[in-house]
């Protein structure tokens, strides 16, 4: 495991003194200042993945502060590695064009290269046709494509919508405008007693009122981890619908969505290690082929009349305009570096930094650790919010950035 030094600042308390100490870490709380190191040592003669990785990213190779620069902050965007930057570089010095619409050879070749990005992102879901992938500019877009277009046209005053109150916002607020459009009513799960969405009271909300369920896959806040396959049996028995915000899951595991069963699943490229800009929705193809457009204009349609249009097939029908070229190819790079290392072999590594990092992290004083305790029976995913009693989070997310080693 790579060598990994968190260091918190002292900052004045109102609590009394406080000394410990242990064989791998050290933490006094003297004079009314805290610190705090947590270090772990390079197995000698071992290489971790993250060490064998990290010349891949050149932003890592800068010094901040004067100490090597350490990122903490995926969940929120990943760094790109040199063969993502060099595939943007790459289309935009070679064969810069538009897709869809031009015969001439650099339109031809950005085709080709839009629509293996395409097919790129099909295979690492495992979806069934490369046509059930379709580019938004981010997860975002996907979600509220699937609410303006699947939720307006198919529901109702008092159907009900399942989501769980660990959701993104951007998982909420679209459903909340369609809910006030068409008077269906939104229905909320709480979390059970490990900090995680109560999946027994989700079996339970479920009825025949149910038309959709929406629910993470990986939360980006309590990093829980939720049993898709479960939550869409139940759903399906109902004759409902499942969306899967899957961004904090396709870029640290494998998702198959057809072991999955999931009819919409969404994915941003920024958190893959691909560009910003684009991301894309899986959706199953009998559902794409009777949702009606989300936006209108060039590409999206079959013919156009001065009085009425046709539509094209999915997934055209919804991407109108030029698209972002350059970012789905760089999305394509990027599956293919990820691919190359293998997802099962980065969860795993992961899940061995979460661990450690969530141990180490419980020996800290006064610190508040958000979502489930990592167990045999409950999974929590390589990812961590937490809080110190008395520090406000600002101060400690300031001054952690601007420590020196």
């Known amino acids: 495991m790579e060598g990994l030094v968190v260091k918190l600042p002292s900052f004045p308390f109102l609590s009394p003194n406080i000394s410990s100490s242990s064989s791998s870490s050290t933490f006094r709380l003297g004079f009314r200042r805290f610190s705090a190191s947590i270090s772990a040592a390079v197995n000698e003669g071992f ?3 993250g060490q064998l990785t990290r010349p891949d990213f050149p932003i890592l190779h800068q010094e901040v502060n004067g100490s090597k620069l350490v990122y903490l902050d995926n969940a ?38 839009y629509e293996l990005a395409r097919k790129k992102v099909a295979a690492f879901i495992n979806a069934s046709d490369s046509a059930e992938i ?25 159907d009900e919508i399942i989501l769980t109150i660990a959701e993104h916002h951007s998982a909420i607020v679209p459903w909340q405008i369609v809910a006030q459009k068409t008077g269906a009513i939104l229905k909320f799960v709480s979390l059970d007693e490990n900090e995680v969405p109560d999946v027994e009271k989700l079996r339970e909300m479920i009825s025949t009122s149910t038309k959709l369920v929406v629910v993470h896959h990986v939360s980006n806040v309590l990093g829980s981890v939720l049993p898709i396959e479960d939550i869409v049996i139940w759903a399906h028995a109902v004759g409902a619908k499942v969306l899967v915000d899957a961004c904090q899951s396709v870029p640290h595991m ?17 958190k ?6 684009i991301g894309f929705l899986f959706g199953k193809s009998n559902l794409l082929l009777t949702m009606p457009p989300f936006l209108g204009g060039g590409e999206m349609i079959s013919d156009v009349f001065l009085d009425h249009s046709t539509y094209a097939e999915p997934p055209s029908r919804f991407e109108a ?3 972002a070229i350059g970012e789905a190819i760089g999305l394509g790079a990027a599956i293919d570096y990820l691919s190359g290392i293998g997802m099962q072999k ?4 992961e899940m061995e930094l979460a661990n450690y990092l969530y141990e180490k992290l419980c020996s800290v004083p006064n610190i508040r650790i958000y979502g489930p305790k990592p167990s045999d029976d409950i999974h929590r995913a390589a990812l961590c919010s937490f809080n110190i009693e008395n520090i406000h989070p600002t101060d400690i997310a300031t001054f952690l950035d601007q420590q020196v080693a």
């Not at 990943?78 to 001439?104: C, D, F, M």
């Not at 980065?346 to 590594?349: C, K, L, N, R």
């Open 76 to 113: 929120a965007t990943s760094q790109k590695p040199t063969a993502v930057l060099k595939s943007l570089q790459n289309y935009y010095e070679a064969y810069n064009s538009n897709v869809h619409r031009g015969i001439h050879y650099l339109s031809a070749k950005a085709t080709d290269e």
């Open 346 to 349: 980065i969860h795993d590594y």
């Open 134 to 158: 379709v580019f938004t500019r981010n997860a975002t877009e996907a979600i509220n494509l699937v609410a303006y277009s699947w939720g307006l046209s198919n529901l109702k005053p008092r």
């Open 321 to 323: 305009g030029t698209p």
């Open 254 to 270: 494998v998702v198959d969505v057809q072991g999955l069963d999931a009819d919409f699943l969404v994915a941003s490229s920024h």
């Open 272 to 277: 893959m290690c691909g560009p910003t800009g």
């Open 47 to 49: 290489v971790s993945l």
